[in-house]
């Protein structure tokens, strides 16, 4: 069973407009992970949020985490036609699990020129 | 790309035959992975391994097996190829918290 959540499953903005995308899951982690997919290529690591950690930021894009709530959000800034892609949360719970992640369904961004 | 490699790249097979896709690291990282990428599911892990000779199930390890022989390979095998088994194929290294992926392998059962 997917772990991760996304939401929403697709999102279609501007150039210059923000994007934000939402992760719930369902356990406890030990760190939750964003990845992006251009089409036809694989993952690539964005950043990484570790379950102690509530804000990071890393260039445009900035996550926050909500153990509370488990959910997650991954705000990217000023976007660029270039940040078309497929965004999937992931989440980690540690060594216990051999750092298996597991992964949401995902959020497809179209960024329009 | 933490220098990983897949082959073959694409393969198209027929039902009931056996495949084996290969995965190369040349970094001797411990922890690999294999995950299959299908249209509404996202990724689904299928089996890793966690040193030479151990590895474990994933979520869909059915119809496939796992060998690491050595640390820079881990070759996933369809021991009897079925249409549901169509689907790209990834594999990963862990390096620092996070996951490294290949490049894909799809795969065509037909």
């Known amino acids: 069973s997917q772990q991760g959540e996304e939401d929403p499953q697709a999102l279609s903005i501007q150039e210059g407009e923000n994007a934000t995308m939402n992760c719930s899951y369902k356990?406890?982690?030990?760190?939750l992970q964003w990845y992006r997919q251009n089409s036809g290529r694989g993952l690539v690591h964005l950043i990484l949020?570790?379950?102690?950690?509530r804000e990071k930021h890393s260039g445009r894009l900035r996550v926050t985490l909500d153990t509370s709530k488990k959910s997650s959000s991954l705000l990217i800034t000023a976007s660029r036609a270039a940040d078309t892609a497929s965004y999937f949360c992931?989440?980690?719970?540690?060594?216990?699990?051999?750092?298996?992640?597991?992964f949401g369904k995902g959020t497809l961004l179209t960024v329009n020129p | 790309d933490a220098g990983i490699t897949q082959s073959p790249r694409h393969k198209v097979t027929e039902t009931g035959t056996p495949v084996t896709l290969r995965c190369h690291q040349t970094e001797n990282h411990r922890y690999m992975y294999w995950y299959r990428q299908d249209p509404g599911h996202g990724l689904r892990l299928i089996h890793y391994?966690?040193?030479?000779?151990?590895?474990d199930k994933g979520e869909v390890s059915d119809g496939y097996s796992v060998s690491r022989s050595k640390t820079e390979d881990f070759l996933l095998t369809l021991e009897s190829a079925t249409s549901s088994q169509t689907s790209v194929y990834f594999c990963?290294?862990?390096?620092?918290?996070?996951?490294?992926f290949g490049p894909g392998t799809r795969l065509t059962v037909l």
């Open positions: 992931a989440t980690d719970r540690g060594g216990g699990s051999n750092y298996k992640l597991t």
């Open positions: 990963a290294i862990r390096a620092t918290d996070t996951q490294y």
């Open positions: 391994s966690y040193g030479v000779k151990d590895t």
């Open positions: 949020i570790r379950s102690n950690e």
């Open positions: 356990t406890s982690i030990n760190n």
